[in-house]
């Protein structure tokens, strides 16, 4: 969110839609494990249409570049994406965009993790944690506000990213500067699966 919100700030691009890799039955973010109506109403609240590609995990790559292959034709030129370390992971989407042969934009590479969670805050998003990684964070993650106290509490754990750029927790974000009006949602019952806490947002 906070790579979006800094290409909507500036001149040098203009944001088209927004991209879900979503589940194979294309009810819930794969990731995330939010629903789809959930996310629609995201979207809808930034004024920004979301376009949903099912996929699994094994054939994640193979429906990444169709769907890039689908937002060529409308005039897509490029994808932004919020990575901010892993070096890894850059290569890979630096390689499936030349290979579909669109440009990839990384507004956060590089930066300190602790002044990106500052700066979250500061600029006004609000979010909440809906998946936590088991055998890494604690199950009373769920559901934390991603406000100062949560991001100094993560500061004093080893090994702990504050921004969970190595998949330590997901969160939803629904509100801040770029919202027209705050997402409007339910918690659920928490569950767990794939390793994960999960806490369904409804």
Not at 52 to 76: H, M, S
Not at 142 to 165: A, T, V
């Amino acid at each position: 969110m906070l790579a979006l919100h800094r290409v909507l700030s500036g001149k040098e691009h203009q944001v088209a839609c927004l991209l879900n890799m979503c589940a194979e039955d294309g009810l819930r973010s794969l990731s995330h494990g939010l629903n789809r109506e959930l996310l629609e109403r995201q979207s809808q609240a930034m004024n920004i249409p979301m376009v949903f590609q099912p996929t699994g995990r094994a054939n994640y790559e193979t429906k990444l570049k169709e769907v890039i292959a689908r937002l060529k034709k409308d005039g897509i030129e490029g994808g932004i994406f919020g990575d901010i370390y892993l070096e890894a992971h850059q290569v890979w989407i630096e390689r499936v965009c030349r290979e579909s042969g669109i440009v990839p934009v990384f507004p956060l590479w590089n930066e300190n993790t602790r002044s990106l969670a500052n700066e979250f805050v500061s600029q006004g998003f609000k979010a909440l944690t809906v998946s936590v990684r088991q055998g890494v964070g604690k199950e009373e993650w769920l559901g934390q506000l991603l406000d100062n106290s949560f991001f100094s509490m993560l500061e004093e754990l080893e090994g702990i990213d504050p921004c969970g750029e190595n998949g330590e927790y997901h969160s939803f974000v629904f509100d801040g500067p770029i919202f027209e009006q705050p997402v409007s949602f339910t918690s659920g019952k928490p569950y767990t699966g794939d390793n994960h806490w999960f806490l369904p947002l409804v």
